[in-house]
């Protein structure tokens, strides 16, 4: 049996990169009803079609998760279609990276809106259903980003406070049996690191443990792991895939 039977799961930035990767991962196990969110709603219905043809299990909507209105909007369309979220994965981000003395309050704002003002937009969703009903499986995508890097004062910030949110909600919720963890990835083989300067990227592989980026596929297996009953002891922490500076 596969561990999401029975699960009603949402996942957003789900039109490709890790957010896909968990969507083919979540089918692979069993899992009852999936919303996949995306801003970009040809992707994300694409993404939908090749996983599940019949369109049984899987529906697709577009949002804006940096938007509150319009991510409620969407979670009451998805609540209309399933009836209730047990897991949500939070994967929506992206990067403007420039040095804070250059950054515009565009790049500080849009990055700080997806990537942190989601969180709330879309827990606060999910949080009262998932209290009432005793049982949710919330995993965060965060970064190793938080820790600060060059041209990330927006990132960084954005990303430490998934991990502030999240140890916040996992204690809140902890005790009606709702699980909150998030994840730091240092690079996972996406859209979001083509931007690199091909030697930069070269630089920063050399020091990962195996010489290369994680492939999405191994970030859905940890999504997969925070989102099922494997992981029922684990609340409020943050898993690092992999982090460089352990391994010098
Ligand atoms: N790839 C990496 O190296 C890496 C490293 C650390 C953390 N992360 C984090 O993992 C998560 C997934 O990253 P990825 O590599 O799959 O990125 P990606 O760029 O491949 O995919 C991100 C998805 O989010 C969607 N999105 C962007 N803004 C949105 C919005 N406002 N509303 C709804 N959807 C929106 C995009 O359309 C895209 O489909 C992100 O939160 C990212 O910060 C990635």
């Not at 399933?82 to 979220?85: M, S």
């Not at 009953?229 to 409020?236: A, H, K, L, V």
């Given at each position: 049996m596969g561990k999401l039977k029975g699960r009603i799961a949402a996942i957003t930035g789900?039109?490709?990169g890790i957010g896909a990767a968990a969507a083919k991962r979540f089918m692979a196990e069993d899992v009852e009803g999936l919303a996949l969110i995306d801003m970009n709603l040809e992707k994300v219905k694409a993404v939908a079609a090749e996983l599940d043809p019949s369109g049984k299990t899987i529906k697709a909507y577009k949002c804006d998760v940096s938007d509150f209105d319009d991510t409620e909007r969407c979670f009451n369309e998805i609540f209309a279609d399933?009836?209730?979220?047990d897991v949500l994965v939070n994967s929506a981000g992206i990067t403007r990276d420039r040095t804070l003395c250059k950054m515009s309050k565009e790049e500080w704002y849009s990055v700080i809106g997806v990537d942190l003002n989601s969180m709330f937009n879309t827990c606060r969703q999910v949080c009262p259903g998932m209290k009432e009903r005793e049982y949710g499986k919330i995993v965060n995508m965060s970064s190793i980003g938080y820790l600060g890097g060059h041209g990330q004062t927006n990132y960084a910030a954005a990303k430490a406070g998934v991990l502030g949110f999240t140890r916040s909600l996992a204690k809140e919720l902890a005790k009606h049996n709702v699980s909150v963890n998030a994840i730091c990835p240092a690079?996972?083989?996406?859209?979001?690191?083509?931007?690199?300067a091909p030697e930069l990227l070269a630089q920063k592989m050399a020091a990962f443990p195996k010489k290369r980026p994680a492939k999405p596929e191994e970030l859905a297996s940890i999504i997969l792991f925070l989102a099922c009953?494997?992981?029922?002891?684990?609340?409020?922490e943050k898993i690092v895939v992999t982090d460089s500076r352990m391994c010098s």
């Open positions: 789900a039109a490709q399933f009836g209730r979220v690079a996972v083989d996406t859209d979001m690191i083509k931007g690199i009953e494997d992981s029922d002891f684990i609340n409020g």
